[in-house]
């Protein structure tokens, strides 16, 4: 069974840009959640998806949004880039809302903003 | 709210040796479950092991073993008989709210 996918791998943005990143959870997998890491705030949840619909937000502004398909892909975008969002962004799915026991997650996009 | 302590920011282990690696966490969930993670420098999130709050022995997962001690809230990594392959980041995290919450990590290094 193929693993999380996520592309691109790699992005160089400049300020002011916008972005967005793909996502394909696992066969079967219903949901999706999206982490950013930078070496400052660590490990942060933007935002979990399950059957098309955003059921929990992180904090963080209205400039990143995301969705999901109907086969369970997701995207996430980032408007008006700023250089604080150069970071490895990170996507896990898992087979419902309450698979606590699996958390599976992608290689990650690292973004970096110039 | 959930919250994950890890203590130690770095490790260095002679390889052959076993290694733990420090977790505490606090939830207000009954119900909650506590991962794992390990970060090489490419930086995918590779899942190595998951304990149950209910589940009555601690996990293992080959050489990784989860020493799990409810009362304390503590959820140690073991791994025995390190391997140079191990070095990486080791992130420990609680699911919550429909979402993971992660400690800071520990950059563990083995030395040949």
């Known amino acids: 069974k193929a693993g999380v996918t996520q592309t691109p791998r790699y992005l160089i943005k400049t300020r002011g840009q916008q972005v967005t990143l793909s996502c394909s959870p696992i066969?079967?997998?219903?949901?999706v959640s999206w982490y950013q890491q930078t070496p400052g705030q660590g490990l942060q949840f933007l935002f979990e998806?399950?059957?098309?619909?955003?059921?929990n937000k992180g904090n963080f502004p209205g400039r990143f949004s995301g969705r999901q398909f109907s086969n369970s892909r997701s995207e996430m975008n980032v408007s008006t880039l700023e250089l604080g969002d150069s970071a490895l962004y990170l996507c896990a799915s898992s087979l419902s809302l309450v698979s606590y026991n699996e958390q599976f997650f992608g290689p990650g996009t690292r973004l970096t903003v110039l | 709210a959930q919250k994950i302590t890890q203590t130690q920011p770095g490790m260095f282990v002679q390889e052959k040796e076993a290694v733990t690696l420090d977790c505490t966490y606090d939830t207000s969930d009954p119900s909650y479950g506590l991962f794992w993670y390990k970060q090489p420098s490419s930086g995918e999130m590779i899942f190595l092991i998951y304990q149950g709050s209910y589940d009555q022995q601690n996990a293992t997962e080959g050489r990784y073993s989860l020493n799990f001690q409810k009362a304390r809230k503590s959820a140690n990594l073991v791994i025995s008989a390190s391997q140079l392959g191990d070095s990486a980041m080791y992130f420990c995290a609680t699911f919550g709210n429909e979402k993971l919450t992660f400690g800071t990590g520990t950059r563990l290094t083995i030395i040949p």
């Open positions: 998806y399950f059957s098309e619909t955003q059921r």
């Open positions: 066969s079967g997998h219903r949901s």
